[in-house]
């Protein structure tokens, strides 16, 4: 597959946070290809730069120096509607702190991007009941997020992130507070998504279960990532 239809592609990545003697140097020039239907897993210690990572393949945030392309093309030279909207059709993003409205109820959270994304509120509603059903909550559809457990919470994370049916599911710690049951559910969840409807992952994880099922899985160390043999 030729560069150009690489789904994603990050060439000479750096980010650094703040200045002077502050300064952070997180990511120093990281090279990273993810073809169409392939599934990769980071794994790396805590503060090394995976969730700053995932964040900027998933067009969150800037990175200070390098490019960033998906499907050839340099997400970020979209003004930032453009991006918004860019996301909103493409990408998938499940945060490690999820990132949920609390007072809204799970169904609620599940339509935003449906409606952000001007589908018509049947269709919204349709989809993230499905999507709500398959991550094991059909029971709770009508729930506040913050009366729901945080592996529940964790789980509407999931299905609000594929509610679009993204190209892309970028996923930081998806299975984090999740019992082995859940996990396994939302992990099997996972891998059918990719296998039967070709969606690209990234899976930023500590569970080597995960990591395993995943085509390649890669560590990040000092700002780099190589591939785990
Ligand atoms: N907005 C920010 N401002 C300043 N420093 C930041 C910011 N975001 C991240 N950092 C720093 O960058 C480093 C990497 O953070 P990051 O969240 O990417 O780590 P991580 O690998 O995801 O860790 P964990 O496994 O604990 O989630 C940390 O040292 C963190 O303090
Ligand atoms: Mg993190």
Do not use: W
Not at 131 to 158: M, N, P
Not at 189 to 195: A, F, R, T, V
């Amino acid at each position: 597959m030729n560069r150009a239809e690489s789904i994603l592609q990050v060439k000479g990545l750096y980010k650094h946070f703040g200045s002077g003697e502050r300064r952070v140097d997180v990511l120093r020039g990281i090279d990273l290809t993810l073809e169409g239907q392939e599934s990769i897993a980071v794994v790396g210690a805590s503060g090394v730069g995976k969730s700053t990572l995932l964040h900027i393949l998933g067009t969150l945030e800037r990175p200070s120096d390098g490019e960033v392309t998906h499907e050839g093309v340099n997400v970020f030279d979209f003004h930032e509607q453009q991006l918004a909207a860019y996301r909103n059709r493409t990408i998938g993003f499940v945060f490690q702190f999820h990132h949920l409205l609390s007072e809204f109820t799970a169904l609620e959270n599940c339509m935003l991007p449906a409606l952000i994304g001007r589908k018509n509120k049947r269709e919204s509603k349709e989809r993230a009941e499905f999507i709500l059903d398959l991550v094991g909550l059909s029971h709770r559809l009508r729930h506040r997020v913050g009366e729901l457990s945080g592996g529940e919470q964790q789980r509407v994370a999931v299905a609000r992130a594929l509610v679009l049916n993204p190209k892309v599911l970028l996923a930081d710690e998806p299975t984090g507070n999740l019992d082995t049951n859940s996990s396994r559910n939302i992990h099997e969840l996972m891998l059918s998504l990719n296998q039967e409807k070709k969606v690209s992952l990234v899976v930023v994880t500590h569970n080597m279960e995960l990591a395993g099922m995943m085509q390649r899985q890669l560590q990040m160390k000092d700002g780099l990532l190589n591939e785990i043999e």
